[in-house]
């Protein structure tokens, strides 16, 4: 029978996730505003505006790796 | 709740139902680690359609309006017109003998219009009380996020002429 996981994964995997959905949230929020310079007229922040949301993405799917590979070790 | 047979097996449909509570959370956890993940690409991707957006829109043509003539507007005078169509207004004010500001009456707050306070020398937005500078349409008060678009004005002889905006 599989072993249930341990409680330090579980708190680790629920880390992870937590920082992925607030990092998400700051992603969602950097969309907005950049849409709004955008429409504004004001485009100089676009593209650092792009770097640091594809910034952000890469760290959600390095921790996104990090909860797939935890899940499967603690198997 | 499942019972035990009275031998301490498990109960038939427990060999037959494969899916294992705690198999399930780990498995709920990946897909949700997943689904915020494609969401945080689909995020990263819309911000690299405004930067194609961007790079491919074309520069605006500004037409050449004559504003008002130099005499016309007294000083802490103000005269509203529209630039560059007819559906933007604007409103130029003149600080001093010599110099005249204009900027579109737009706030870049929630899009009221703003007017000239002669006693506060400042261009003030009724709605949500926000203030800009008279001198170059900066934000000194109030929520509007950016300055105020400024409508660039060129001397032609006793005419000022609108020429560019500048947001």
């Known amino acids: 029978m599989r072993s249930t996981p341990p409680h330090q994964a579980l708190v680790a995997i629920d880390g992870a996730l937590s920082l992925i959905a607030v990092l998400l949230i700051v992603q969602m929020w950097l969309l907005s505003a950049t849409l709004e310079s955008f429409l504004g007229g004001h485009y100089a922040v676009v593209v650092p505006a792009a770097a640091v949301s594809f910034v952000l993405c890469a760290v959600c799917v390095v921790l996104s790796a990090f909860v797939r590979n935890a899940g499967r070790q603690d198997r | ?167």
């Open chain 2, 1 to 167: 709740m499942t019972r035990k047979k009275p031998d301490g097996s498990e109960p038939l449909w427990r060999d037959e139902f494969s899916v294992r509570a705690e198999d399930e959370r780990l498995v709920t956890r990946r897909q949700f680690a997943k689904f915020l993940t494609l969401t945080s690409v689909a995020m990263a991707a819309g911000n690299l359609w405004i930067v194609v957006r961007a790079w491919l829109r074309k520069a605006p043509e500004y037409p050449r309006v004559t504003v008002a003539s130099i005499g016309e507007v007294p000083i802490g005078g103000v005269k509203l017109f529209n630039y560059p169509t007819p559906n933007d207004p604007c409103l130029l004010v003149r600080t001093d003998e010599q110099t005249h500001v204009a900027y579109s009456q737009v706030c870049t707050h929630l899009s009221c219009a703003v007017f000239f306070n002669g006693e506060s020398e400042r261009l003030e937005c009724p709605c949500h009380r926000g203030s800009f500078s008279v001198a170059d349409g900066s934000v000194i008060a109030g929520p509007p996020p950016r300055r105020l678009s400024r409508v660039v004005l060129e001397r032609r002889g006793s005419e000022l002429v609108a020429v560019r905006m500048e947001v």
